[in-house]
């Protein structure tokens, strides 16, 4: 079948949808359903982690006492949310039919025509029963394309209670000061992108990324570049600079406080036992001021794949209302602590009274949420976090910024052959995971560098000087560890990919010298 007539269908299927599909604020039904009768073989993909497909599987089941006459078939496959986009990108025809993705591949997904975005009455719903953060992490260029399932992908602030007073805690200098009078570290990752932009935010600084309807980022507005850009700098600047900062985030060693998210919360519970302390992020002072920190906020998001049968891909619809609503997020609360994104499940009393989601809650009345960014600008706004350490005068701080404006503004200047070509980064030439290496591409598809690498050096292959695509030594799009030499010396690279849908990729790597 020709591809145009498959979009036609799928067209047409996605506009008999909302003739099907009604919902109540659980994300249950509120129209009669008699006529989507019938037996359905449905594939999904849901989370890796131990007992969560098994409640996926009694969920269904439920939907389906809920909606007689409608039987699922369905076969679920744990694989982890952060790589579920490139394996759908990678090959859309085969992709399962509902899967659930984190917020950062939607840009991808979209441009890939790999979501059906839910029908108007679905989207209203959205809407209402989630919060904005949420909403806005399923959106691209006005339209919502998948549906919310949590809020939990944020960070904020554990502390030593010994050491550190609940005021106190709302004091970065405050912080500062008792850690190093007791020995104990402040850990906070500033040369991640992810948190660096903490201090942004605080002054008020943003960064927008506008997308085309086809997920291709056009545009930026950013003033990270200004006077309240100097002002986080500073501010970064009172912790970089101090004798009990680290950066590595996901240590626990010595630590007195530590910014991070509900990934480290049993780690954070062992090593401050009683003394456990959590809430949202302090503020700073500069210049007599104080700036609250902001931070990112994240989701995770179920997607439904377009269908050619107009009446699957309502049932898949109500089916996915069904799963992200109200009790079942309720339900994943309670087995796994995933916090909702429903606003009705975040204000029960277990979800208030859960003292890291608690913590969240607070920061994220300070949070913006992580809508889509360029690949490349977590590699660009990284070394700010470094930049602030090293600065030492107002004049290193602007020049600072002034390098990140280039930075960002030569990324969107990339032509397209740039953005389609490949790249050496990592430990080559002597630089240190920040200079990319060209491939030259002869014959099509096959790109070839030849690099300095030394002893135990590593390295990926990317493209278009950004992450969104990357190949490790799993060969799988956008994850695996990177590759590695025993040896010091001179090393060509080979890199094979059929051009299409990632599924050939080979990498040689031959020792010249």
Not at 106 to 118: D, E, H, I, K, M
Not at 319 to 344: H, I, V
Not at 466 to 477: C, E, P, S
Request: net charge negative; aromatic share 10%.
């Amino acid at each position: 079948m020709k591809m145009s007539k498959i979009l036609a269908l799928v067209l047409a299927a996605m506009m008999l949808v909302a003739c099907f599909v009604g919902c109540n604020n659980n994300g249950g039904q509120t129209n009669d359903n008699s006529e989507l009768a019938g037996t359905y073989d449905i594939t999904m993909w849901v989370s890796e982690k131990e007992g969560v497909a098994d409640q996926f599987k009694q969920q269904i089941a439920a939907f389906m006492e809920a909606n007689p006459g409608i039987i699922i078939n369905a076969s679920i496959e744990g694989v982890t949310e952060a790589d579920a986009g490139s394996k759908v990108v990678a090959d859309v025809a085969t992709a399962p039919d509902i899967y659930c993705f984190a917020q950062d591949q939607l840009a991808r997904l979209v441009q890939a025509a790999a979501l059906a975005a839910p029908g108007k009455a679905a989207a209203d719903a959205i809407k209402a029963n989630n919060d904005a953060g949420s909403v806005a992490a399923a959106t691209v260029a006005g339209t919502i394309y998948a549906y919310p399932m949590t809020s939990d992908n944020g960070y904020y602030l554990y502390y030593d209670k010994s050491i550190i007073s609940e005021e106190d805690a709302d004091s970065l200098e405050a912080i500062i000061a008792a850690c190093e009078a007791n020995g104990k570290k402040f850990r906070f990752a500033l040369e991640n992108a992810w948190y660096t932009a903490s201090f942004f935010f605080a002054t008020g600084c943003h960064s927008n990324w506008t997308m085309d309807e086809g997920g291709e980022f056009v545009s930026i507005d950013d003033t990270f570049n200004s006077a309240e850009g100097i002002i986080a700098m500073k501010g970064m600047q009172k912790l970089a600079k101090s004798s009990c900062y680290d950066s590595d985030a996901d240590t626990f060693a010595d630590a007195g406080a530590i910014v991070t998210g509900i990934w480290n919360a049993g780690a954070a519970a062992e090593h401050f036992g009683e003394n456990l302390g959590a809430t949202d992020l302090p503020s700073f002072t500069v210049d007599g001021t104080s700036y609250h920190l902001g931070s990112y906020s994240g989701n995770k998001l179920m997607g439904v794949k377009p269908q050619t049968d107009a009446k699957k891909a309502a049932v898949l619809s109500l089916l996915a209302q069904y799963l992200t609503g109200e009790e079942c997020q309720k339900q994943r609360f309670e087995s796994f602590e995933w916090g909702p994104s429903n606003k009705n499940a975040q204000a029960s009393e277990a979800v208030q009274s859960n003292e890291s989601l608690a913590a969240l809650a607070m920061q994220n009345e300070h949070a913006i949420p992580q809508c889509q960014i360029g690949g490349s600008w977590w590699d660009i706004a990284k070394v700010l976090g470094a930049e602030a350490k090293n600065a030492k005068s107002d004049e290193d701080i602007q020049n600072a910024l002034n390098n990140y404006d280039t930075a960002i503004g030569a990324w969107l200047d990339l032509t397209p052959e740039q953005r389609r070509a490949w790249t050496v980064i990592g430990q080559v030439n002597g630089s240190n995971w920040d200079v990319d290496v060209a491939m030259v591409e002869s014959p099509e598809n096959t790109w070839t560098a030849t690099v300095e690498l030394p002893e135990g050096g590593e390295f990926k292959v990317r493209q278009g000087y950004a992450w969104t695509h990357n190949f490790g030594v799993d060969l799988t799009d956008n994850q695996g560890a990177n590759f590695k030499v025993e040896e010091a010396g001179t090393y060509k690279i080979v890199f094979s990919w059929d051009g299409g849908n990632y599924g050939d990729v080979n990498v040689e790597i031959t020792k010249v010298s």
